[in-house]
């Protein structure tokens, strides 16, 4: 680690609004423990490549590094202030999960950011992180589709919950945890039809 400040510090006096030079220092504050000085730079370096378009994937790379370090420590070490780190890890896996909704690491950011809002029993941020997927499912792949009915049905909101298992369906009619769930609220609706349908496919 002393050897990677040297030749981080020397970078630094080259280009010291590199979005390198400010990640190395927020891994090497990482390293040491020291979660606020690694957030802070992560930040910087966040910034930095955003004003080069090259950058992009790096920018995204760092992004999900950051939500997903305010989140762990809002939970481990940052409790007082765990409101305000859950709510920038909640904005910025929000805002990952919109830039690239059918992507491979879509149904992660889902995940994050519904176990952020389902400890926070935040019915507000539910609504509104489902509404573009209840508007239009077709973008996002089963798996995130399968969470979000999950998220939809903690908090009550069924209708949400059948659209997003419809929606995974029509991405992957053989997902049979997304039959199997909708079924049985086809069943609770008293929708004789489709649940029939949905029934028969299970037991083949």
């Known amino acids: 680690i002393d050897s990677a400040q040297v030749h981080a510090d020397?970078?630094?006096?080259?280009?010291?609004?590199?979005?390198?030079?400010?990640?190395?220092?927020?891994?090497?504050?990482?390293?040491?423990?020291?979660?606020?000085?690694?957030?802070?730079?992560?930040?910087?370096?966040?910034?930095?490549?955003?004003l080069d378009t090259s950058m992009a994937e790096t920018q995204r790379q760092m992004e999900f590094q950051l939500?997903?370090?305010?989140?762990?420590?809002?939970?481990?070490g940052g409790s007082a202030q765990k409101a305000e780190l859950n709510k920038e890890a909640l904005a910025l896996f929000t805002e990952l999960l919109r830039a690239d909704p059918s992507g491979s690491e879509a149904a992660y950011a889902f995940s994050a950011a519904s176990e952020i809002i389902s400890v926070a029993q935040d019915t507000s941020a539910a609504v509104e992180l489902m509404a573009?997927?209840?508007?239009?499912?077709?973008?996002?792949?089963?798996?995130?589709?399968?969470?979000a009915a999950d998220l939809s049905r903690i908090f009550s909101r069924n209708d949400d919950a059948m659209k997003m298992y419809e929606g995974?369906?029509?991405?992957?009619?053989?997902?049979?945890?997304?039959?199997?769930?909708?079924?049985?609220m086809y069943y609770e609706a008293k929708q004789a039809a489709p649940m029939m349908t949905l029934t028969e496919r299970l037991l083949v």
């Open 67 to 76: 939500a997903t370090t305010l989140q762990e420590w809002a939970n481990l």
């Open 168 to 184: 995974a369906l029509a991405k992957n009619p053989n997902t049979r945890d997304a039959s199997y769930f909708l079924s049985f």
């Open 10 to 50: 020397r970078a630094a006096m080259l280009f010291p609004s590199s979005p390198f030079v400010h990640n190395i220092y927020a891994q090497l504050a990482s390293k040491r423990g020291d979660k606020p000085t690694m957030l802070a730079k992560l930040r910087l370096a966040i910034d930095a490549a955003k």
């Open 132 to 147: 573009p997927m209840v508007a239009d499912a077709t973008p996002y792949n089963d798996l995130t589709l399968l969470l």
